[in-house]
């Protein structure tokens, strides 16, 4: 195969606009000139050119398909950016019919930018076809564990506007990097209390999760690989929590094997459970999370003895919490306590190279995890108990987080203390 990816000069101002609509698109440099300069065509800042610039290029993408017919060849476009792949004995003349057709429809190509072979870049995503990875550009991620490094050495203290452009970027290489989403919710969360134009010294908090991304980023070469994971048949293991004053119960069967467990946990051994007058009701949602942490440990799925395979492993568990569901699809949560223990699952499956998916179930059907959490035996054998104890598990990054707590929820000495200066112009750095 051979992959190209292609640049198109000025997309939006190749849009004509008809006569009778470029009154609506004139302007002036003063307000007291009395020269009125008229677009006519699609202008930059006006939303609907991104509209009316794909409707003119899915025609053109399109008369390219119907004439190219069943060759070997895909097209992907996104705004102004073309990928094509070609495959097959033909895989070149392919593409020089293609950029033949798109040359004499007039589509003005950027060809200081083209980029082919088996590793390209596409929209900021560099795509490595012959290992099956993605992800971002060395380039790219050098900058990010820079800016970690720099925050380092100037002992947290950040401009707003940096770091914003930082967790916006961040947030662009965690599409691909899937793994790193859930550690952004605190960054997003400690730059919406500040102020754009303000000078702060990050909480300790904050500063663990930058040092955790930028060891993350080394160790995985700024790539992940895409190749497809091999998925378990059907649900292996269901489990729930029960949440009590004083007392938090977790449950859960294997469905293949009959093992199972139900543990205790007390305020002392988590106390990000309970309130100080040991209410736990309210942190429902992150003792069903931590139950499934707890599965995955003792039924041998996050084994740190086994090595990670190149091709992950997707195991698919039920639970009738369906917060939790929506919350693995969406791998993100800036609710606290959640996302720590999210960050603490997140850690473990990533180290362990296994997915998780969890499936919504009716409480009925999850009776027997539910049982378990009540202290029901009856409906599982005795010998297939997995004997376990809290202090056994773990959770290393998850206290580390919990011990910086206080600093990053006092939101109010966060706005009290930012220096405000004059910025004057901003400008992002090279990305």
């Known amino acids: 195969m051979f992959a190209l990816s292609a640049d198109i000069s000025s997309a939006h101002r190749l849009v004509k606009i008809r006569k009778h609509d470029w ?11 009395k020269t009125v300069w008229v677009n006519c065509v699609g202008t930059f800042g006006i939303s609907s050119a991104s509209y009316w610039w794909s409707r003119l ?6 008369l390219t398909a119907y004439i190219m017919q069943q060759q070997k060849w895909w097209q992907l476009v996104y705004v102004d950016d073309l990928h094509l792949t070609c495959l097959g004995a033909r895989k070149f003349v392919n593409m020089w019919m293609v950029l033949l057709i798109y040359e004499l429809l007039g589509t003005p190509f950027c060809y200081g930018t083209f980029s082919g072979g088996l590793t390209v870049q596409f929209v900021g995503y560099l795509l490595d076809y012959r290992e099956c990875l993605m ?4 380039r790219r991620g050098e ?4 800016f970690v490094e720099e925050m380092q050495l100037a002992k947290g203290v950040v401009l707003t506007r940096r770091f914003n ?11 691909v990097l899937v793994w790193l989403k859930p550690f952004m919710a605190l960054l997003y969360s400690w730059a919406a209390a500040l102020g754009r134009s303000s000078v702060a010294t990050a909480p300790r908090l904050v500063s663990l999760v930058l040092r955790f991304l930028k060891e993350q980023l080394q160790d995985c070469t700024y790539m992940h690989t895409c190749r497809r994971p091999k998925t378990t048949a059907g649900e292996i293991f269901r489990t729930d929590a029960k949440c009590e004053t004083g ?14 467990f139900s543990l205790e946990v007390l305020p002392p051994q988590a106390p990000f459970l309970f309130k100080d007058n040991g209410d736990s009701q309210w942190a429902s949602t992150t003792a069903e999370l931590l139950k499934v942490l707890v599965a995955l440990h003792l039924f041998g799925y ?3 003895n086994n090595p990670v395979e190149a091709t992950p492993l997707r ?3 039920g639970t009738d919490n369906l917060a939790n569901e929506h919350l693995i699809r969406k791998g993100l949560t800036t609710k606290w306590p959640l996302c720590l223990v999210f960050m603490q699952l997140t850690e473990t499956l990533m180290k362990a190279g296994v997915l998780i998916h969890l499936a919504w179930r009716p409480r009925d059907e999850n009776a027997l995890a539910d049982a378990l959490t009540n202290g029901d035996f009856s409906g599982v054998t005795s010998s297939k108990r997995i004997s376990c104890n809290w202090d056994e598990f773990d959770f290393n990054l998850l206290w580390k987080l919990w011990d910086e707590r206080d600093a990053y929820l006092d939101r109010e000495a966060i706005k009290a203390n930012p220096k405000v200066v004059k910025l004057g112009e901003f400008e992002k750095s090279n990305w």
């Open 23 to 33: 009154p609506l698109l004139g302007c002036k440099a003063r307000s007291d000139d």
């Open 57 to 62: 290029f899915s025609g053109i993408g399109r």
């Open 247 to 260: 007392r938090v119960v977790l449950g859960g069967v294997h469905l293949e094997t009959g093992s199972w």
């Open 165 to 175: 452009e930082f967790v916006g970027r961040m947030g662009f290489v965690s599409r």
């Open 302 to 304: 996050v084994d740190p």
């Open 135 to 138: 992800g971002i550009a060395q």
């Open 143 to 146: 900058w990010l564990v820079s």
């Open 315 to 317: 195991v698919v568990a």
